[in-house]
């Protein structure tokens, strides 16, 4: 059985409606096969990670970057889960796996930095994207919420057996 690890920072009641949307999915009838883990970024580990074949990552978008603690998800399991550096101590393009990815952002004024700032430390894993990423402002709407089910049903779909 494939497992989708969904790694999330849902402070906000905005956020939480997405990813309650993007679980929903995920657990759609026409899904099979399919172990759904979900961690808050704060308790996710590297055995999540690494047992897992693909990923959800929910943020909100805060001064301009994700959130804190998805910023300490990655910080304290970057290599831990197979990430590259480069000589200068950056974020290295990864070479080897492709689990699928997908992301969320949620954010009052503008998710720009949070997206970049996720993505710039994804591509040093050994992942790849799966589905366009959502980027979500102000409050949340009917489309919001059809889009969430829809990002989590296709990363949960693409894991069927």
Same mark, same amino acid.
């Given at each position: 059985m494939s497992r989708l690890l969904v790694v999330h920072h849902s402070p906000t009641? @905005?956020?939480?409606?997405?990813?309650?949307?993007?679980?929903? =999915?995920?657990?759609?009838?026409a899904i099979e096969g399919v172990d759904v883990v979900v961690r808050?970024?704060?308790?996710?580990? #590297? %055995?999540?990670?690494l047992g897992a074949d693909g990923y959800l990552l929910g943020t909100t978008a805060n001064f301009g970057y994700m959130s =804190?603690?998805?910023?300490? *998800?990655?910080?304290?399991? *970057?290599?831990?889960?197979?990430? +590259?550096? %480069?000589?200068?101590?950056?974020?290295? +393009? #990864? @070479? =080897?796996?492709?689990?699928p990815f997908g992301l969320y952002v949620h954010g009052r004024y503008d998710t720009t930095?949070?997206?970049?700032?996720?993505? +710039?430390?994804?591509?040093?894993?050994?992942? !790849?994207?799966?589905?366009?990423?959502?980027?979500?402002? =102000?409050?949340? !709407?009917e489309a919001d919420t059809d889009a969430a089910y829809e990002l989590g049903g296709t990363l949960a779909a693409l894991l069927m057996d």
């Open positions: 009641r @905005s956020l939480q409606t997405l990813t309650d949307a993007v679980l929903a =999915g995920v657990h759609d009838d808050p970024a704060l308790d996710a580990t #590297a %055995a999540d990670v =804190g603690a998805l910023k300490h *998800f990655f910080d304290s399991q *970057f290599l831990a889960i197979g990430g +590259s550096l %480069a000589e200068d101590g950056s974020a290295a +393009s #990864a @070479s =080897g796996g492709k689990k930095g949070a997206v970049r700032s996720v993505l +710039s430390i994804v591509q040093a894993l050994p992942w !790849t994207q799966a589905a366009e990423t959502l980027e979500f402002l =102000g409050d949340v !709407t």
